[in-house]
């Protein structure tokens, strides 16, 4: 004998009384009621649903206007730079280099300086006078040149006046490349007033070592050193290889990443490295003529 076949020969003899089978038949009978119930409110909230969404898309159809026009977007203007060309101006040239200017309103309706940006071939950057003291003769590990553009505020120049004056305007940046994930960019620009809340003290760590200041850094950073900490600038001859690798924190790729500024004369270089080779980039500073 099974399990049911034993189970209904034991229980065959009870029962449930009168009271019990009424009280089932109650809650079964109020349970199919309110799943009726139930049923006719879906019912109602489908037909409401369907019926306002006829009577609103007419109302919606009148309202429908363009799309509003696309602000265009604000530009910084670049810093003035004086760059000379080794050969005396005669030999420049701008045509497949020369980018549409730039021009426009900022969304306050001020007037917005034009810019021109011109992409630069590394000889064109080389017979650069002003800059070519200022670029690294090193890389840190299997870096080269990768793409090198002339920020230009206004237009550009005109080829007759270069050939008078021999010099333009502008910022030169560079991007150095392993072709992956590593880089050095270097950014050649005047250095202006606007610069100098950035200016640290190579002798006085708390105004560029993050690493005295607990997290997180709006907290503990004093207000008035917030830009020297954040973004140093050093004069050139004060900066070290021991504040470089201090200043340098790791990132992925087992790499290092480290950012800050050189003060040579009246010249700003800005450096951005992402690199295991931290050396390399020590060298790459401390062999560039400019900053002897």
């Given at each position: ?127 650069m006078i002003a800059c070519a003291a200022y670029l690294p003769p090193t890389l840190p590990e299997d870096m080269q040149l990768e793409t090198a553009t002339l920020h230009l505020a206004g237009g550009v120049p005109d080829t007759a006046a270069l050939n008078d004056t021999g010099a333009i305007t502008g910022t030169l940046l560079l991007n150095y490349t ?115």
């Amino acid at each position: 004998m099974n399990f049911k076949e034993k189970y209904r020969a034991e229980m065959q003899h009870i029962r449930p009384d009168a009271q019990l089978i009424a009280a089932t038949g109650q809650k079964l009978a109020a349970k199919k009621q309110n799943a009726a119930k139930n049923k006719r409110l879906k019912n109602s909230a489908l037909v409401l649903a369907c019926l306002t969404l006829a009577l609103s898309l007419p109302f919606l159809n009148q309202t429908q206007t363009e799309p509003e026009p696309a602000r265009p977007q604000r530009q910084t203007d670049a810093p003035a730079l004086l760059f000379a060309p080794a050969d005396g101006g005669e030999n420049i040239s701008y045509g497949q280099n020369a980018l549409p200017t730039l021009a426009g309103r900022s969304a306050d309706c001020a007037p917005k300086q034009a810019e021109t940006v011109i992409k630069l071939t590394a000889e064109e950057v080389a017979n650069m006078i002003a800059c070519a003291a200022y670029l690294p003769p090193t890389l840190p590990e299997d870096m080269q040149l990768e793409t090198a553009t002339l920020h230009l505020a206004g237009g550009v120049p005109d080829t007759a006046a270069l050939n008078d004056t021999g010099a333009i305007t502008g910022t030169l940046l560079l991007n150095y490349t392993d072709g992956a994930y590593n880089y050095l960019t270097l950014r050649i620009s005047p250095y202006t007033a606007a610069d100098e809340p950035r200016l640290a003290e190579a002798d006085r760590p708390e105004t560029w070592d993050q690493s005295l200041y607990a997290l997180p850094y709006a907290e503990t950073i004093p207000e008035d050193m917030w830009q020297q900490v954040t973004d140093p600038i050093f004069p050139a001859a004060d900066f070290t290889a021991d504040i470089l690798q201090r200043l340098a924190g790791e990132s992925d790729q087992n790499a290092k990443y480290v950012r800050f500024g050189l003060k040579a004369g009246d010249t700003l270089l800005e450096y951005t490295a992402h690199t295991p080779d931290i050396n390399g980039v020590w060298q790459a500073i401390s062999e560039t003529p400019g900053l002897q």
